[in-house]
């Protein structure tokens, strides 16, 4: 089946009344006077789904999100957020929203920022402003006006995460954050798919996204290009995998399987590529005796790139 079939056509065809999409967009299109920032988007995003939207510099993801919250109107198109039209502005507080962008200035410290936040959204304890800020790592005495890139970027992520919204909408949430804190903010967005909530995030590259998104779209100068499951890339993805034997074994015992490249044997070691699962590696592995095996996270970078690289969108459409 074509990769690029199963995209936004895919899309269009289901059917538009569907009530449980949180997020529905059809034909949704913004050009900025000539400027084209987004063309034809038609995209459902579930409940309970984490959405990563995935694209280089200027494709178009910042407009999509501008275009839920109504930041900025279609040009033509049209979608719904939470069942609803997103101009109804009661949905607003349904709502969870990290702009790419946060303008956090002045004298203001940021825990005030925060307990006035809480105190517009309703609902929410101190406790709970506390518990996201001693879990991000984030120092809250600090004047915005002085807080650092990253701390702004926890300060954003805490007054989206606080109210517990059905729908969180994470423009490039991991911007400026260190790996430990990163790995932190992963977790949250998990308990909040384990909630039942949904999440739409953006990012430039898919190693930020790939272990917590159930989907991601792939946009590109405007248009969406294609929408994977994240578990059907990993199947897909190449992973380098090592087998250590207790006795030399032969190279031919390797060769000739399904999805298995580049073998390589060196007494009682063997080494090799695979593509995709690696079930007949393993049958033909389990014929010797193993002594230890290492098996490489599969890089779906490269399989990203791979099928998407501008120069080759068509590359392995027939794969
Ligand atoms: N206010 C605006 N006026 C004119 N053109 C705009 C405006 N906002 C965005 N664009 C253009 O629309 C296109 C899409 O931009 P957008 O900001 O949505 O991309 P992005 O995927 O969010 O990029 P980045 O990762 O750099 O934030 C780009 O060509 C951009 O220059």
Known sequence: MSYLRHTAGRGRRRNMASMTAVVETEGLTKFYGRRKGLEDL????????????????????TTTIRLLLDVIRPTSGRATVLGADTRDSAVRGRIGYLPGELALEGRERAHDFLNFMADVRGGVSRGRIDELAERLD?????????????NKQKVGLIQAFMHEPELLILDEPTSG???????????????????????LMSSH???????????????????????????????RAVRHVEFHFDAPVPREAFEGLPGVRDVTVEGANLRCTIDGRPDALIKA?????VVHMVSSEPDLEEIFLTYYSEEAPRAHAGA
């Open 42 to 61: 038609t995209l459902q995003i579930q409940p309970g789904e984490v959405f990563g939207y995935l694209g280089p510099n200027g494709a178009g993801k």
């Open 138 to 150: 984030a120092d809250l005495s600090i004047r915005m006006g002085q807080l650092s890139k990253g």
């Open 177 to 199: 954050l260190d790996p430990l804190v990163q790995q932190e903010f992963l977790a949250m967005v998990r308990e909040v798919r384990t909630s039942g909530r949904t999440v």
């Open 205 to 235: 590259v898919l190693a930020e996204v790939q272990n917590v998104a159930d989907r991601v779209g792939i946009v590109r100068s405007g248009r969406l290009v294609a929408v994977e499951d994240v578990a059907a890339l990993r199947e």
């Open 285 to 289: 592995a389990a014929k010797f005796t």
